[in-house]
């Protein structure tokens, strides 16, 4: 079984400002990595993911995340922030293959103050 | 226009009332998932189906039924036997052993 922790319930930055949103997982099997963001009542977004391959990810709207095995991490990372990037935003792990379920963290509010 | 569908946006059910939610998609993704949100606990997985006429539950599927009869269809029953339905309810889609899924844009349920 998998399991998701995120470090930060809540994380307010200034505009214009780097953001660092942390994530750190558990799993005894290799593991599929995502980033969704939440607007207010809204569904999902998929921001980003790691299927395999290059530990650097890019995803949309200028995120980025490092899928680190040593560390069990997968931390999202943004240069600079803009209001428009006020959400919450979750990590989910899976297993890797079809069957396997998709386990979400608690989430992280970002909050931008101009 | 492909997506998935959720309705209604908002419910509100009555005690001891069944309440359904509608989760319609046009992906022609096999599997569907059902998912519960409460503020500060993420999202929890309620029913989830591989494909039509299965499905299996999740973590929290008690007081809560499904049916798959449609590949396009995924519909949730909250039954009186729920006794804390309020929340956010979200469906999502899944294509390929990517494990990727698409949300719908959730309906919020709220006791009366």
New interface residues.
């Given amino acids: 079984a998998q399991s998701v922790t995120q470090l930060d319930?809540q994380v307010p930055v200034f505009e214009e400002a780097p953001v660092e949103l942390r994530c750190n997982y558990s799993s005894s099997v290799s593991v599929?990595l995502?980033w969704?963001v939440q607007y207010p009542?809204?569904?999902?977004?998929?921001l980003l993911?790691y299927?395999s391959g290059s530990t650097l990810v890019k995803g949309i709207n200028g995120f980025e995340a490092e899928f680190n095995k040593s560390q069990t991490s997968f931390h999202l990372r943004k240069p600079s922030v803009h209001i428009s990037d006020t959400a919450e935003y979750?990590c989910a792990v899976?297993g890797i293959?079809?069957?396997?379920?998709?386990v979400?963290?608690?989430?992280t509010r970002l909050t931008i103050n101009p | 226009d492909g997506g998935i569908t959720q309705s209604p946006k908002y419910l509100f059910r009555k005690e001891g009332q069944n309440v359904t939610l509608s989760c319609e998609q046009n992906l022609n993704h096999d599997a569907m998932y059902w998912y519960r949100q409460d503020p500060g606990q993420g999202l929890r997985l309620i029913y989830y189906s591989q494909i039509v006429n299965d499905f299996q539950k999740g973590d929290i599927a008690e007081g809560y039924s499904v049916s798959r009869e449609k590949k396009e269809s995924f519909p949730l029953t909250v039954t009186s036997a729920q006794k804390n339905p309020t929340a956010f309810y979200l469906c999502a889609s899944k294509v390929g052993s990517g494990n990727i899924q698409y949300f719908g844009a959730g309906t919020r349920l709220s006791v009366l």
């Fill in positions: 319930s599929y995502f969704y009542n809204q569904g999902l977004q998929l993911k299927l979750f899976s293959g079809g069957a396997q379920k998709l979400f963290g608690q989430g």
